[in-house]
């Protein structure tokens, strides 16, 4: 097992309903560490650079307007395999799928609206950490 870092997003859905604290709760119950954190309102600008891969995707326009209709909180996530755990922590993508006790079964309210972001692949968390992270703000 490798100390590893990931990214996460606490998504418009959860900040509206005050679960800012619950989900770290998890994320901390499970091993992982909050290294860095900020609250910010995502740019559309910023919510169309970050979803850049899933331009084509039929569900864009809808991510970038749901991303951007209120504040988000970026994170910094570090821990044991914390990418490959972090997935875990959170569920699947499609709240229905997920399993219990996991971030979106228990808060996400839609496959859009699903609480949580977290990056898919070391490399992905590497260059989400660079977009909205200097390495000041990251205290391990
Ligand atoms: P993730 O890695 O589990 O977040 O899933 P993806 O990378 O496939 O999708 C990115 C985000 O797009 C998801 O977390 C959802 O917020 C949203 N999303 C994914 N699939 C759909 C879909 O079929 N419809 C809509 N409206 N949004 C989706």
Same mark, same amino acid.
């Given at each position: 097992m490798t100390k590893e870092r990931t990214f996460s997003i606490i998504k418009p859905?959860?900040?509206?309903?005050? &679960?800012?604290?619950?989900?770290? !709760?998890? %994320?901390?119950?499970? #091993? &992982?560490?909050? /290294?860095?954190?900020k609250r910010l309102h995502m740019t559309?600008?910023?919510?169309?650079? %970050?979803?850049? /891969?899933?331009?084509?995707?039929?569900?864009?326009?809808d991510l970038v307007k749901f991303m951007t209709s209120g504040p988000? /909180?970026?994170? /910094? &996530?570090? #821990?044991?395999? !914390?990418? !490959? &755990?972090?997935?875990?922590?959170?569920?699947?993508t499609n709240p229905a799928n997920a399993e219990p006790g996991t971030i979106r079964k228990e808060f996400a309210e839609s496959i859009e609206a699903?609480?949580?972001? #977290?990056?898919?692949s070391p490399e992905n968390a590497k260059n989400e950490i660079a977009f909205f992270f200097s390495e000041t703000e990251i205290v391990g």
């Amino acid at each position: 097992m490798t100390k590893e870092r990931t990214f996460s997003i606490i998504k418009p859905d959860a900040t509206r309903r005050n &679960l800012t604290g619950k989900i770290n !709760a998890k %994320f901390e119950e499970k #091993g &992982l560490r909050v /290294v860095a954190q900020k609250r910010l309102h995502m740019t559309q600008e910023m919510a169309e650079r %970050f979803y850049a /891969v899933h331009k084509e995707r039929p569900f864009y326009k809808d991510l970038v307007k749901f991303m951007t209709s209120g504040p988000v /909180v970026v994170q /910094v &996530l570090e #821990g044991n395999d !914390a990418v !490959a &755990l972090n997935r875990k922590v959170m569920g699947a993508t499609n709240p229905a799928n997920a399993e219990p006790g996991t971030i979106r079964k228990e808060f996400a309210e839609s496959i859009e609206a699903n609480s949580v972001h #977290g990056s898919d692949s070391p490399e992905n968390a590497k260059n989400e950490i660079a977009f909205f992270f200097s390495e000041t703000e990251i205290v391990g």
